[in-house]
């Protein structure tokens, strides 16, 4: 009984070793359809520049949080659920700061859930820069 229980945890995780790369692989994709239609319904050409004024300052948010936070602790084995939680912290204010007041504003007046409007975007980042 043991032994089946012992096979059916190893196919279990077997499973989900492979299944969780594709999924995140086709949530990334789904997240940059929507990021890409939602530029392109944008009403006028500054919206589509406060956008991919958004995208940019999320990529060199996390960029520059990997590199000065996370590569930092995960190298001294401190990389916990709180400093994942502080290095996210870090990355939302850097992305928000990261973006004019134009934009600021633009994010407040368009989105009801900015912080998670944001998170999608910047959890996303992490999971691409993973992955190259």
Do not use: H, W
């Not at 995140?24 to 009403?43: D, G, H, N």
């Not at 990997?66 to 290095?87: E, H, I, P």
């Not at 009801?112 to 980042?125: P, Q, R, Y």
């Amino acid at each position: 009984m043991l032994e089946l229980k012992n096979v059916l945890i190893e196919c279990l995780i077997a499973v989900i070793t492979v299944t969780v790369p594709i999924v995140t692989k086709f949530l990334i994709a789904f997240l940059r359809s929507k990021s890409t239609a939602v530029k392109e319904t944008a009403a006028t050409e500054n919206e589509r520049r406060i956008l991919e004024q958004i995208d940019q300052a999320v990529e060199d948010s996390v960029d520059y949080v990997s590199q000065t936070v996370v590569d930092t602790l995960k190298s001294t084995n401190q990389f916990d659920k709180d400093a994942q939680r502080q290095a996210f912290q870090t990355a939302l204010v850097t992305t928000l700061n990261g973006v004019s007041e134009e934009a600021r504003k633009f994010l407040y007046g368009t989105y009801n859930d900015v912080t998670g409007f944001l998170t999608t975007k910047i959890e996303a980042a992490v999971r691409r820069n993973k992955l190259f």
